[in-house]
């Protein structure tokens, strides 16, 4: 009886490639392929959904709309970070949102929660979600410490600001305060236990600055890269964009996709609205690409 | 995104960049076309398209012609400021309709207070 072949080597991941280990799931981040967030929110405050989701049957059907267009990770909303309206009761972002983070996790989705909220990413986590998408920039460090706890990933955003705040800051250098709040900030999430390489980077687009920061750090993209851990970008309908072109928040897919071409370089994740455009988009530049070698 | 079935008003971009030239169907132009596509108010379909004129976005002698001329040209425009080919325009931070409002009906609080909780003993 002959030997069994040896097993094929795994194959070596290409230059810039990224691994998140996050909980359950592990994603394998290559530059020039994001990976696409698809967003859901659970609560009445957000408005940048043009359908509000109403029903947990409704978000997870969009969910996995989502999903089927393309997205490989569901990006849970308990409080909008929109600065016109109050923050939900802790209670009620935990009650919306655990049900839909079960659903998904029983379809094999894996889920980030957006909040700042120690309270509602510890539920969270432990109805299974594997990333928790601090938009508060850590102001929590309690946030890491669960997140290690359950082996999950955590998004470290750049602001200056409290959440639900509009605060458009005079930097004068933006690049240089994003690269000090992520040295800063990843020194404590891994002082707090969590492992570096379960560490995501968020320069913050649209995030207690003013749209020409947003231009600013956009151009700036291969310096967080050089940091070596993955990229989140929220890309979806800018404020920086809609200066640009006059286009109101409701109606700026071009400018969301042009927000995507601009970081796609970057390993990682782009959070957006337009699953399955932004992942068409994605495609096919990425099979250009290959046909231009 | 607009379309032929759509009832939403289509937004021209503020800033026009340089590069390709972009127009709609049936329009007459000077330059050979480069690319040709419709999209018929399909969003993936304006990707796909993007995803073909961003290799362009610098060629002044390309020539694009869709339905989705003004959408093109807003991709062109931001990624001409984002690659620094024009400058930022001036913008107003205090022009209302760039912002996302409290719809009818909901009390706008502006700035609401922060409620990041403390948990193990920390408080935020």
Same mark, same amino acid.
């Given at each position: ?59 997870? +059907? $969009?969910?996995?709309?989502? #999903? *089927?267009? &393309?997205?490989?990770?569901?990006? =849970?909303?308990? !409080?909008? /970070?929109?600065? @016109? ?98 040295? +800063? $900030?990843?020194?404590?999430? #891994? *002082?707090? &236990?969590?492992?570096?390489?379960? =560490?995501?980077? !968020?320069? /913050?687009?649209? @995030? ?86 | ?124």
């Amino acid at each position: 009886m002959s030997e069994p072949a040896p097993a094929p080597a795994p194959a070596p991941h290409g230059q810039g490639t990224v691994v998140l280990p996050a909980a359950q799931h592990t994603f394998t981040l290559e530059p020039g392929r994001p990976v696409v967030m698809g967003i859901i929110n659970t609560n009445p405050g957000s408005f940048s959904d043009t359908v509000h989701l109403a029903s947990l049957d409704a978000q997870l +059907e $969009r969910a996995m709309a989502f #999903v *089927a267009q &393309g997205a490989g990770i569901i990006d =849970v909303g308990t !409080d909008s /970070g929109v600065t @016109y309206g109050a923050s939900i009761p802790l209670e009620q972002q935990v009650a919306a949102a655990v049900p839909l983070v079960e659903a998904l996790v029983a379809e094999g989705v894996p889920v980030s929660i957006d909040t700042p909220y120690a309270v509602v990413a510890r539920a969270t986590l432990e109805a299974g979600a594997c990333m928790i998408n601090d938009v508060s920039g850590l102001a929590d460090l309690a946030i890491a410490r669960l997140c290690a706890a359950h082996d999950a990933a955590l998004v470290i955003l750049h602001t200056r600001v409290g959440h639900k705040q509009e605060a458009f800051l005079d930097f004068p250098d933006v690049v240089a305060d994003i690269e000090d709040l992520f040295e +800063e $900030r990843t020194a404590m999430a #891994v *002082a707090a &236990g969590l492992a570096r390489e379960r =560490v995501v980077l !968020d320069p /913050g687009l649209g @995030y207690s600055k003013p749209p020409s920061d947003d231009v600013a750090l956009l151009r700036a993209y291969d310096t967080f890269i050089a940091r070596g851990l993955a990229i989140l970008t929220g890309a979806s309908r800018k404020l920086y964009a809609g200066v640009i072109t006059g286009a109101p928040p409701t109606d700026r897919l071009p400018e969301t996709i042009a927000t995507v071409a601009a970081v796609r370089r970057a390993p990682g994740f782009v959070r957006v609205h337009d699953v399955g455009a932004v992942r068409a988009y994605l495609d096919a530049a990425a099979s250009a690409e290959v046909s231009r070698r | 995104m607009s379309g032929p079935t759509s009832d939403v008003p289509r937004h021209v971009s503020r800033l026009v960049p340089p590069g390709p030239s972009v127009r709609t169907h049936g329009a007459s132009g000077p330059v050979p076309l480069s690319i040709e596509l419709r999209v018929d108010g399909d969003p993936e379909a304006l990707g796909r398209l993007l995803a073909a004129v961003e290799p362009l976005r610098a060629d002044d002698d390309a020539a694009i012609v869709t339905d989705a001329d003004a959408e093109t040209v807003r991709f062109l425009a931001v990624l001409a400021v984002i690659e620094g080919r024009v400058p930022m325009p001036d913008y107003d931070l205090a022009d209302p309709s760039l912002k996302w409002h409290a719809p009818a009906g909901v009390a706008a609080v502006p700035n609401p207070p922060s409620m990041v909780t403390p948990v193990d003993g920390r408080t935020s």
